[in-house]
T-cell receptor
């Protein structure tokens, strides 16, 4: 089944404790991105990647890192999480020629205490 | 500054009637517009799109209308069904995809 998977689905952590949210897609898509969803703000892009070893900042990249060592994986790293990073996070992928019609993962609900 | 706005956080419609979801944008450089649908505990799924060279695109019960002069697009669902109850996000792009805040549609039997 074609899908985007994220792990974990739910995470409660404390300020400053490094964490990684994994994202994997099995559709051989070139384009991958991370979004956060907050009430009243919709979906905002954190980082995106056009292909392996190519990443770029989205609208709200502060406090996040990403890497794209393999085509299928695009982990989101929070080196020192803070409470304002409490949010619902979505990973998405798409073929480059249809970059806007993205396939989203199920989401990761992160709470930073 | 919110470049894509959905001013109605929620909408309630009777089953069988038309649902109209609205979206306004400010950037005249946007050239492609999309609607995504999101159920609770799931990621958004692509629903329908429209290029700026068109003013209408239809796919089954779903039709998107684009009014470039008013910088406005709308999604019409006819007839509405209870399974359409979800949050709908509009999005626009001229290079980077920008999402609106979402409108929660509730279709009552």
């Amino acid at each position: 089944e074609a899908q985007v998977t994220q792990n974990p689905r739910y995470l409660i952590t404390v300020t400053g404790k490094k964490l990684t949210v994994t994202c994997s897609q099995n559709m051989n898509h070139e384009y991958m991105s991370w979004y956060r969803q907050d009430p009243g703000l919709g979906l905002r892009q954190i980082y995106y990647s056009m292909n392996v070893e190519v990443t770029d900042k989205g609208d709200v990249p502060e406090g996040y890192k990403v890497s794209r060592k393999e085509k299928r994986n695009f982990p989101l790293i929070l080196e020192s999480p803070s409470p304002n990073q409490t949010s619902l996070y979505f990973c998405a992928s798409s073929p480059r020629r249809h970059a806007n019609e993205q396939f989203f993962g199920p989401g990761t609900r992160l709470t930073v205490l | 500054d919110q470049q894509v706005k959905q001013n109605s956080p929620s909408l309630s419609v009777q089953e069988g009637r038309i649902s109209i979801l609205n979206c306004d944008y400010t950037n005249s450089m946007f050239d492609y517009f999309l609607w995504y649908k999101k159920y609770p505990a799931e990621g958004p799924t692509f629903l329908i799109s429209i290029s700026s060279i068109k003013d209408k695109n239809e796919d089954g019960r779903f039709t998107v209308f684009l009014n470039k002069s008013a910088k406005h697009l709308s999604l019409h669902i006819v007839p509405s069904q209870p399974g359409d109850s979800a949050v709908y996000f509009c999005a626009a792009t001229g290079g980077k995809l920008i999402f609106g805040q979402g409108t929660e549609l509730s279709v009552k039997p």
